[in-house]
T-cell receptor, first 114, second 111 residues
């Protein structure tokens, strides 16, 4: 049983296109996240939603728009893709109501901009 | 903004050797989590330490949280090729669920 699943695993597209990445968790968690991992493997938080409410919104270009239709889903839409958007994007989830809980990660979406 | 400095960034050792990875900050964290990430996968939690001075052992891995809850270390005894991977430390904030990640340590254990 996959706990946090994100699709697609690979995404190759041209500059200027619009694309979406989907994430679903079946752990019953109330909080979900999007991270960007660059070529140096640094994991940087982008957004976080708790019970469908945006609670973390880091300095991210407004071309990136997260959407959480319900607690179990958090999607990421990216408009006008740029070369610098090439990275691995990870979705994660955790239980915010209980402190110091681990985050459970998906396997990542490898985005390559041509 | 809380920052976590992790060192070394790269480590290549022979099977059987011991190693230590360090995670340091000027900020106090409510918890320190260690993750391991393998190629093509997301990070997976190894351990969480929450009390200053706490030591946890996971087989050949020993994790320590500093007394002031600003730093942590991961020590691996008699490393094996299966230990190869990216090790990430992450500090938990006092309120909320945000994690601040270190830059990661890419460990390679050669047979």
């Amino acid at each position: 049983d996959t706990a946090v699943s994100q699709t697609p695993k690979y995404l190759v597209t041209q500059m200027g296109n619009d694309k979406s990445i989907k994430c679903e968790q079946n752990l019953g968690h109330d909080t979900m996240y999007w991270y960007k991992q660059d070529s140096k493997k640094f994991l940087k938080i982008m957004f976080s939603y708790n019970n469908k409410e945006l609670i973390i919104n880091e300095t991210v270009p407004n071309r990136f728009s997260p959407k959480s239709p319900d607690k179990a889903h958090l999607n990421l839409h990216i408009n006008s893709l740029e070369l610098g958007d090439s990275a691995v994007y990870f979705c994660a989830s955790s239980s915010r109501s209980r402190g110091n809980q681990p985050q459970h990660f998906g396997d990542g979406t490898r985005l390559s901009i041509l | 903004t809380q920052l976590l400095e992790q060192s070394p960034q790269f480590l290549s050792i022979q099977e059987g050797e011991n190693l230590t990875v360090y995670c340091n900050s000027s900020s106090v964290f409510s918890s320190l989590q260690w993750y391991r990430q393998e190629p093509g996968e997301g990070p997976v939690l190894l351990v969480t330490v929450v009390t200053g001075g706490e030591v946890k052992k996971l087989k050949r891995l020993t994790f320590q949280f500093g007394d002031a809850r600003k730093d942590s270390s991961l020590h691996i005894t008699a490393a094996q090729p299966g230990d190869t991977g990216l090790y990430l430390c992450a500090g938990g904030e006092t309120s909320g669920s945000r994690l601040t990640f270190g830059e990661g340590t890419q460990l390679t254990v050669n047979p």
